[in-house]
């Protein structure tokens, strides 16, 4: 299958690309993205099939579909990633927490965060093509810390590939800060910067868009391409799990086959969501999918309203700093599969130029027939975070905790769902101490030990570890230097 572009094509481009091209170059004409040319129609049979699948099993037979150019022997082991997770069996365990509410745990993974389930496989995908093509790639990645330890992880003493991951300096938590620094392999740097995230990603972009630092690396001999949550080599490997999860509901005979449930979605860069959204249309039954956010709403702003609107508008900083996002890139690709590349192109050219679009009525109905948004704060997310702990004995992180929220607001009650949570509480531990214990800026270290002790939790050993790992990566600079560092690691 060949893959498309969102807002049209320049001419610039070829008119459709394979799926290794999209992935090597994932930006398209007028800025644009990579859409599959159509979605392969699953149909019930399918999931009839796979009803007793292994999550490799079922991911293979899905990916297949897909027709991509990528071998199977190196899809075959790229998946075998999985078996790195906690359980082998099952990467992702589905858990009941009350009458109608089930928990697609989806940071089982070596970083404990949901960007392990797509970037761990991703890492093989991408180096086998290098390696295909006999060229050498610098992996750029800007993160607020989960993305950054799941890159370096998957990267990591890979052929052809070597990584430049920037994060600001005291910006992460310290559990997400140790998983970068300890990393130690010749083809990872990763660089701290004075400075808050922002400042990170836009290095990132400068240099993606500097020809003169591209003509440096081709000095070198290396191409440059990045690992974002747009590439479409990420978004494929997020379509399984929902529908893996779907099937965990009919083995647990919660749902019959055929019955629809909601997905409820944590989201910031909505690459999670989209993946449910494909999977609903290539046959999954789903009720809708309701998009949770926390205090940066713009998309339940957009769902409500059918107004993005990004004028005045500032980032703040939550409890929840995985989502804490305004553009929420992959909402492109839903406009373009609902409006067309026109109306794509229109929209996103507003966005750029007015900080600003608005859906036609018409439009906005269409949007809401498949989502609906509601947005929790960090507060009210703590008490959720309590509630459930106390009332059913489950324990969620802030980020999973703003789906509590829409659970309540957006869906029927009578029909099933799905939310998922995307980290480990040991990743955000001084929040959900203080939402358990009410004790206040402790560190990760003290606050995962009073977690672990009130909650009768094992603190897992990759996250026990990190605390007495040697740190090997000491670089932290000015922002103004990025560019002359990741040139000496080169
Ligand atoms: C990345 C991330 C999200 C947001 O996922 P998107 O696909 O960008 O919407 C939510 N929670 C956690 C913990 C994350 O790391």
Redesign the pocket.
Known sequence: MNFIQTRGCDKNTPLSVTFSQAILSPIASFGGLYVPENLPDLGREFLNKHVNSSYKDLAFDLLNRFEIDIDSYVIKEALDLYDKFDNSENPVPVVKVKENLYISELYHGPTR???DMALQPFGVVLSSIAQKKGEHYLILAATSG??GPAALETFKNRSNVQVACLYPDGGTSDVQRLQMVTEDAKNLKVIGINGVFDDAQNALKRLLASEEFKKALKEKNILLSAAN?VNFGRIIFQIIYHIHSYLELVRQKAITMGEKVYLNV????????LGAYYAWKMGLPVEKIIISSNENNVLTKLIKTGKYDLRDLHVVSTT?P??D?LKSSNIERVLYDMFGYKRTRELMQNLEEKNFYELTSDELAQLQESFDADFCTGDEGKVYIKKTFQKNGYLM?P?TATCMKSYETCSDPKIKTIAYS??EWTKFSPVIANALTGEVDAQDIKALASISNEAKLEIPSMIKELFSKEIVQKTVIEKEDIEKEILKFL
């Open positions: 965060a949901f960007k989960d993305t949550s944590p989201s910031g860069n909505f690459g999670n969501a929840s995985a989502m996002i992180d980020h995307t980290a």
